[in-house]
C-alpha cells in the first residue's frame, strides 16, 4: 500500500507533491473506509458526501471549521491526488466515488480499528461476527503483529477470545457449543507474523479437541470441518499442527474414530508433506492394521492427490492381494480404490478400479458403485453408459451391461 501511495510516482517523476502522506493516510483515508464500511454497504458514495466526510476529517486534522474555504480547498486537492496519483478511490460509476476494489476499503478500515489503541478491543469484540468486518479485522491484527506481536496477542485475548472474561469482553453466545470464537481466533492467528508461543499452543490444542471429536463438539461434522480448516491457517505459521496430527495417526493405542479424524486432517493439510505421505502409506500397506483404519489411509491419499509410482504400487498390490479380497467377501477391496477418481485417466489404477466381468449378473461380483466412481474418470461415450448404470444401479439388485461398456 505504501508504494501505490507514495513511492510509484515519486520514482516515475521524481517529484514528491503527488504522494498521499502518511498523516493523510492514517487521518483521512482510514476514517473514511472505515465510514463506508459501516454506512455504505455498495462501497459507493456520492460525490457530495464523499467530500462532507472528508471535510469533517481534514478540519479536524488541521483546526479549522469543516466549511471553511482552506479545508474545502485541501479536499479538492487531496481527492485529486489520491483520483490521478494513486488509483486507489476513484469515480466508479457517474458521480458515484469508492475505492478501486474491496480489499483497499477492507484495509484502511482495519487500520482504523487499531488507530486508537484504547479503542480497538471494543471496536474488534463489537464486530467480530458480523461477516463483512472479518477481512478488516484479520488485517487489523495482521498489521499490527508486524509492528508489535506482542500488542497483537494480547488484542486476540481481550477482543476475541474474552481472557479473562470482563462486563465488557464476553464470549460469545453458545461457544461452548459453536467455538465462533476460537475458529475467527485461528484465522487471525494464521495471519500474523511471530504469534505468542503460548496462545499458538492454546488455541492448537482446543482445535485438534473438535478435528479429532475429542468432545461433543467433534460429533458436529461442520464444526469439525471448520476445525480443520482452522488448524490448516495455523499450519502455515507453525509446522507443528502437523507434528501433532502425525502423533495421533501413528499411536495405534487411539481408537478408530480419533485415528480416522486424523488421517482426514493430514489428508488436507498434508499436501506438500513427505512425512504425511510416507505414514499414510505404512498404514495402507500394514496388513496388521485394522480394515477401518486402512481404509481412512486410502481415503486420505486421494485427497493429498498424489499420483507417485510409490503410492499407485500401494494401492495396486492391495487391489491384488487375495487376503484381502477374501477380507472382502470374495470382492476385490473396492473402497480402497475410491483414490482412484484422482489419478489420470491414462493410470493403469484408473482401468483396474473399473474393469467389468460380465458374466455375474453384469457386475462380476463388484458392486454397482463402481460405475458411479468410473463416469468420474472416464470420458464419453462411456462414461455416458457408466453414469446411467450407476443411476439404476442404487435402485435395482442387477445391472445389465451394454456391449461398448467394460
Not at 502423533?247 to 493430514?266: I, K
Request: with cysteine; proline share 5%; hydrophobic share 40%.
Amino acid at each position: 500500500m505504501d508504494t501505490l501511495l507514495r513511492k510509484w510516482r515519486v520514482a516515475q517523476t521524481g517529484k514528491s507533491h503527488f504522494e498521499v502522506t502518511e498523516s493523510e493516510e492514517r487521518r483521512l483515508l482510514q476514517p473514511l473506509a472505515h465510514w463506508m464500511h459501516i454506512h455504505a454497504p455498495t462501497g459507493l458514495l456520492r460525490e457530495s458526501k464523499v467530500k462532507e466526510q472528508l471535510a469533517q476529517y481534514m478540519g479536524e486534522m488541521r483546526g479549522k471549521a469543516p466549511d471553511s474555504v482552506e479545508v474545502e480547498e485541501g479536499v479538492q486537492e487531496f481527492l485529486r491526488r489520491v483520483r490521478e496519483h494513486t488509483g486507489l478511490f476513484v469515480e466508479r460509476a457517474p458521480g458515484q466515488y469508492g475505492f478501486m476494489h474491496l480489499t483497499f476499503e477492507e484495509y484502511f478500515a482495519g487500520r482504523e480499528l487499531i488507530r486508537r489503541s484504547k479503542e480497538a478491543a471494543s471496536r474488534i469484540h463489537a464486530r467480530r461476527h458480523h461477516p463483512r468486518w472479518e477481512e478488516p479485522i484479520r488485517l487489523a491484527i495482521g498489521y499490527l503483529s508486524r509492528e508489535s506481536p506482542e500488542d497483537a496477542s494480547e488484542l486476540l485475548r481481550t477482543a476475541i477470545l474474552a481472557q479473562p472474561e470482563t462486563e465488557e469482553f464476553k464470549q460469545s453466545a453458545y461457544e461452548d457449543l459453536l467455538s465462533r470464537d476460537l475458529m475467527l481466533a485461528a484465522r487471525c492467528l494464521g495471519d500474523c507474523e511471530g504469534p505468542d508461543v503460548a496462545l499458538m499452543r492454546d488455541v492448537t490444542d482446543r482445535l485438534l479437541e473438535i478435528a479429532l471429536a475429542r468432545n461433543e463438539r467433534g460429533n458436529i461434522s461442520p464444526l469439525r470441518r471448520q476445525a480443520t480448516s482452522a488448524l490448516r491457517a495455523l499450519n502455515q505459521v507453525d509446522g507443528e499442527v502437523l507434528a501433532a496430527l502425525l502423533a495421533v495417526w501413528q499411536d495405534r493405542q487411539e481408537g478408530e474414530v480419533v485415528r480416522g479424524y486424523a488421517a482426514l486432517a493430514l489428508g488436507d493439510l498434508g499436501k506438500d508433506s513427505p512425512e504425511v505421505l510416507a505414514a499414510l502409506l505404512a498404514v495402507l500397506q500394514n496388513g496388521q492394521e485394522r480394515e477401518r483404519v486402512r481404509q481412512d489411509a486410502a481415503s486420505a491419499l486421494g485427497n493429498l492427490g498424489k499420483d507417485s509410482p510409490e503410492v499407485l504400487a500401494a494401492l495396486l498390490a492391495v487391489w491384488q492381494d487375495g487376503q484381502e479380497r477374501e477380507r472382502c467377501g470374495g470382492m476385490r477391496p473396492w473402497r480402497w480404490i475410491v483414490w482412484a477418481r484422482t489419478v489420470p485417466k491414462s493410470s493403469p489404477l484408473c482401468w483396474l478400479s473399473c474393469r467389468m466381468d460380465r458374466n455375474v449378473n453384469g457386475c462380476g461380483g463388484m458392486r454397482p458403485g463402481h460405475w458411479e466412481a468410473w463416469a468420474r474418470t472416464v470420458p464419453s461415450p462411456r462414461r455416458s453408459a457408466s453414469s446411467l448404470a450407476g443411476w439404476t444401479g442404487r435402485r435395482r439388485s442387477t445391472v445389465v451391461c451394454g456391449p461398448g461398456v467394460g
